[in-house]
């Protein structure tokens, strides 16, 4: 038999993560409902072209990092690393063209063989936005401040700062390509192996190199902004402008290039120093090309990405979970009269716990163990008065309570 280790970079999401990760999906969805975004989902796999011809051939994630496999029926599949590949072949499958511009939410896993540690997955999960066909720089900013929103209300944005990147127009990119191409053969004799890889094939990625010697070598290297179009440069403009006008603080970082090959103009992250390592909390940028790419019609889109796992790391014990009432027969009788008693508040909407078992003792442990509000008790004497005694667990005081207005009194321990 296999081990019966879970699979490495992937885990267990026990009920403390998931309802953490619950509160943050729930906050996400529900504020990029108020920007009109709707909830859509893509499957979680897809032919392996719809990520291949779009995320860059010489990106980490196509060269790397995706699970893929030939399926039963011969098929190159992969399961999807990220969700924005997906949105856009949704609306080239699904004839969407015609509904734009189309503002999407998702939530679910996506996978990468990447080096697991505090923060990376090899599933991980992800909330995320698209707005797709909308070509001015207002959409950059709307989808930044919900971002921003969706932070705040996490109470998580006071941990972070936003970074923000022109990655210009295709002429404008490809100018600058030619002057990195100059800069880097130069000196490639003191690159690291992937950055001489990559000097021909995406000589951009190069600028984000984690490699020491690499480093020292791009903080040399010449700006981006004077190879920008004067196109280029208003548009990165307006997106600075309508930040600063929402108050939303950002700072430039002109070496940030993003691991995916899709994005044009905009590129940002919201990044924190509170997750050791992975600094990236929410990333995303402007993709422009993607569902032309993809050989679908040209479909302007911008958009994020979250990390639900590093969300969930940084708000700590999350939202309380409520506080249920533990329902505690002593004998015969009154187990009876509690399991009817304990199905009529759970169908009333109470959150109520019946220990299967145990004498007083036992069964006042458990209501300690899962935390409960108060407890009902059902003894003898109870039930010769048609009554329970409520016990408040917090304040240890109790009363006797008539079966008629037990449910009734029980709202105040909600
Ligand atoms: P990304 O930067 O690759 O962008 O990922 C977005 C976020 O997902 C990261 O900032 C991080 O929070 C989380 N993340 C990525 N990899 C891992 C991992 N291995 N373990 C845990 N969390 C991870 C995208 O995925 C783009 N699709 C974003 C986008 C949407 N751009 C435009 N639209």
């Known amino acids: ?61 196509v060269t790397k990092e995706m699970y893929t496999f030939t399926d039963k029926g011969g098929d190159q599949i992969t399961l999807r690393p990220e969700g924005t590949a997906g949105i856009a072949r949704a609306l080239i499958s699904g004839g969407l063209s015609q509904k734009l511009p189309l503002k999407f939410f998702y939530a679910g896993p996506m996978f990468r063989y990447e080096r697991p540690q505090k923060g990376r997955l090899r599933q991980f999960h992800q909330i995320g936005v698209e707005l797709l066909g909308v070509a001015e720089p207002v959409g950059d900013v709307e989808v930044i401040a919900l971002g921003a929103a969706i932070l705040d209300e996490l109470g998580v944005q006071g941990n972070t700062q936003l970074e923000l990147n022109t990655l210009g127009n295709t ?64 548009f990165f403009a307006e997106v600075c402008a309508g930040l600063d006008s929402l108050e939303i603080a950002w700072h430039r970082n002109s070496r940030l290039v993003r691991g995916l090959d899709y994005y044009c103009h905009t590129a940002f992250e919201f990044t924190t120093d509170a997750l050791g390592a992975q600094s990236a909390l929410l990333a995303g940028g402007r993709y422009d090309g993607l569902v032309e790419k993809m050989g679908g019609p040209s479909t302007p889109g911008v958009g994020w990405a979250s990390g639900i796992e590093r969300l969930s790391m940084l708000i700590g014990e999350g939202p309380e979970q409520p506080r249920a009432i533990a329902i505690i027969p002593l004998g015969d009788a009154a187990e009876a009269v509690a399991l009817k008693l304990t199905d009529e508040l759970r169908r009333a909407g109470v959150a109520a716990d019946l220990g299967f078992r145990g004498k007083m003792k036992q069964r006042m442990k458990r ?37 008629t207005t037990l449910r009734e009194r029980l709202k105040q321990f909600r």
Do not use: C, W
């Not at 001489?196 to 981006?224: C, M, Q, T, W």
């Open 367 to 403: 209501a300690n163990n899962i935390n409960a509000r108060a407890a009902v008790i059902l003894g003898n004497i109870e039930l010769d008065q048609s009554a329970a005694t409520i016990r408040d667990l917090d304040s240890g005081e109790q009363e006797l309570v008539p079966l």
């Open 171 to 234: 002429e404008s990119r490809m100018a600058y390509r030619d002057v990195l191409v100059e800069y880097f053969s130069d000196r490639s004799g003191e690159l690291s192996e992937d950055s001489k890889l990559r000097l021909h094939r995406n000589p951009l990625r190069i600028l984000d190199s984690k490699n020491e010697s690499d480093r020292a070598i791009v903080s040399g290297a010449p700006e981006f902004d004077e190879s920008l179009d004067a196109e280029s440069h208003d």
């Open 1 to 61: 038999m296999a081990s019966l280790q879970p699979v490495r970079g992937t885990h267990d999401i026990l009920p403390d993560e998931a309802r953490r990760a619950r509160h943050v999906t729930d906050k996400g969805r529900k504020i990029a409902e108020r920007y009109g975004y709707e909830e859509a989902a893509t499957p979680i796999f897809e032919f392996s072209d719809v990520f291949t011809r779009t995320l860059g051939e010489t990106s980490d994630i």
